[in-house]
C-alpha cells in the first residue's frame, strides 16, 4: 500500500520502531517509506507523509520508557540507518515529504490549569484518500515480522467516489477514507465545530496546507513550552538538563494574564 501511494500517505500508531538494516529491527515499514519518498524526490513528484504518534511510550516502568525511546529515536532521526538520516544522506530534505507529529490537551481541574499528552493507541493508515487499513498492528517487530503477535487489520479499497483536490488539481477520491482523513485533520486543527479562519483540509498536498499544519503544530508546541515547560522538550538533551528543566518556575504558575493570552493563541482541539 505504502508503495502504490501516489499523492499522500497519513498514519496514526503507537509505536514507529522500524530500521533499515539493522541487526535487531527486522521490519522493513522504513526502507519502504525512505523508497517511496525517494522516488517522489526522483520524479520530482510533490508527496506528503504525516505520522502522529504518542510523545512518550505509556509506560509505567523507566527503564521501558526509555528503551523505547531509544528505539523510536534511532528509528527516526538517530543514527546513519534512521529514515532521516537516510533522506539526508541521499540529498533529500526530509521535511518536504515527511513529518512526524503528536498530540496534547489542556483544562482547567479543580481550578488548575493542567496539561496532559493524548496517547495514541490507533493503528492507522490512509492513503490518497482512496485505501486505508485499520487493526491491531503496531510499527514494531511484535506485530509485523509475522512469526510473533496475531493481529487483525481491515483493509478499506472505497468504490464510491467524490471529487478532490491534490497539489491544488483536481482528482477523484474516495467517499469514505476522505471523509474519514477529514475528520481527523479538523480535530487536530481544532476546527470540527468552529473554523473561522475557512482553513480548507480538502488539499493535504499542496504546499500552503502542508506548511499550515506543520506551523500550527510548531506553534501550539512553543505555547506549552512557554506555559507548561513540558517534556519532551529540544531544550533538554541530558538527564541533568532534563532535571533542572523540570525545577524551572513555569508561566502558570507565575503570570496568569500572560497565560491568558498565550493560551488564546492555540490552534488545536
Keep these: 500500500m505504502i508503495d502504490a501511494a501516489k499523492h499522500f500517505i497519513y498514519i496514526e500508531n503507537q ?86 507529529f503528536g498530540m496534547r490537551h489542556h483544562d482547567i481541574l479543580m481550578g488548575r490549569l493542567v496539561t496532559e499528552i493524548i496517547y495514541v493507541h490507533s493503528k492507522l493508515m490512509i492513503i490518497d484518500d482512496r485505501m486505508a487499513i485499520c487493526g491491531s498492528a503496531n510499527i514494531n517487530d511484535r506485530s509485523l515480522v509475522g512469526n510473533r503477535d496475531s493481529e487483525f487489520c481491515v483493509v478499506i479499497n472505497d468504490i464510491e467516489e467524490e471529487d478532490g483536490r491534490f497539489n491544488r488539481q483536481p482528482v477523484r477520491v474516495g467517499k469514505f477514507c476522505s471523509s474519514w482523513r477529514k475528520k481527523i485533520f479538523e480535530m487536530l486543527l481544532g476546527i470540527q465545530f468552529e473554523n473561522p479562519n475557512n482553513i480548507d483540509i480538502t488539499d493535504p498536498v499542496s504546499d500552503e496546507f502542508y506548511s499550515y499544519f506543520q506551523d500550527v503544530a510548531k506553534q501550539n508546541t512553543l505555547i506549552y513550552e512557554e506555559v507548561f515547560a513540558t517534556i519532551p522538550t529540544d531544550h533538554t538533551r541530558t538527564f541533568a538538563q532534563v532535571t533542572a528543566y523540570n525545577g524551572m518556575a513555569k508561566m502558570k504558575d507565575t503570570d496568569p494574564i500572560k497565560v491568558y493570552m498565550r493560551m488564546h493563541k492555540f490552534r488545536s482541539f
Design 15 to 100: 509505536f514507529f520502531i522500524t530500521i533499515a538494516q539493522d541487526s535487531v529491527v527486522q521490519n522493513q515499514i522504513a526502507d519502504v517509506l525512505f523508497r517511496r519518498i525517494e522516488r517522489a524526490h526522483k520524479n520530482a513528484e510533490k508527496f506528503r507523509i504525516y505520522v502522529v504518534l504518542p510523545l512518550l511510550p505509556g509506560f509505567d516502568n523507566t527503564n521501558a520508557v526509555q528503551a523505547v525511546l531509544y528505539f523510536i529515536m534511532r528509528s527516526i532521526i538517530k543514527g546513519d540507518n534512521s529514515l532521516l538520516k537516510r533522506l539526508e544522506k541521499a540529498c533529500i530534505p526530509p521535511k518536504d515529504y515527511i513529518n512526524f
